[in-house]
DNA sequence: CGCCCATGTAAGCAACTCCTTATGTAACGA
DNA sequence: TCGTTACATAAGGAGTTGCTTACATGGGCG
């Protein structure tokens, strides 16, 4: 019902919106009070405090509360697991390159000489 | 009004979802068909149509016509983009670790010893 | 004590997401 | 021509997001 979100689901969709990410460039120069982050935008507290809500909820903020100020810092963990995930994808494409040129020159004759055997409508990747 | 959103939330928005995550990784090792990328998935094809359409409004993936077959492939670019924002702010984050600590004693010092001047209601930060 | 300050929570609303079923549309094969 | 395959689009619904205004909480200051 309520939430059985993945962490990485959780940290993609936290980065997705320009004012998160703005806040997190605030937050690498340093630790910032809810104040000084809302400062900048032209919206309403209650809207910020969603917002870091929502970078609590994905692990990439911590708040500590000194007297009535809370004090927002930046936590790494989760950008470094995001950075590992697009790098290791990055990666792979780069290294299998090769394998398109094999696979679409596949699918092209097989589109192109129309049916090798009974295999059309199966699958386009089938060519014994 | 559809849609002015950057680029970048795009992509990380795009990657915000485990399934669409998911056709990337398969789409790393090679292009394939939409029923393809579809087989894994306890989805209806509208569905997985729509994941389709997300990856390619954020440019990650492009879709090209052989006969009646759709062949998706991979797109790198955005992905350097996002490795590119998520790298940067980690590395700033731990360049600037130690202003965390002087700006951390400045709040609790002027929180514990209660008003330096007339400063409190004004910012924490503070420190004549 | 009473007042302001920084912040959080509640409630409401338009827009979007992610799924569904039903209905095209184009290409191939018999 | 007709049926099938591969896919897209349309329409709709439950849930979520991103904002708003109004109110509550809890600490410092006069």
Redesign the interface.
Known sequence: MGGAV?D???V??A????TR?AM??RL????A?V??LAEPFAMSRPAISQHLKVLERAGLIERTA??Q?R?C??R?EP??E??E???R??G???E?FD??D???RR??RS?ERAAPQGGAPG???ETP
Chains 1, 2 share one sequence.
Not at 28 to 31: D, H, K, S, V
Request: without cysteine; negative net charge.
């Open positions: 993945d990485l689901s959780l993609f969709q980065l997705a919106d320009p990410r997190l460039s690498a120069a340093g630790p009070t104040g000084e000194h007297a100020w004090t810092t930046l790494t950008l470094d995001a950075s995930w697009v790098d994808h990055r792979e494409w780069n299998r394998l398109l094999e696979h679409l699918v092209k589109a699958r386009p990747k």
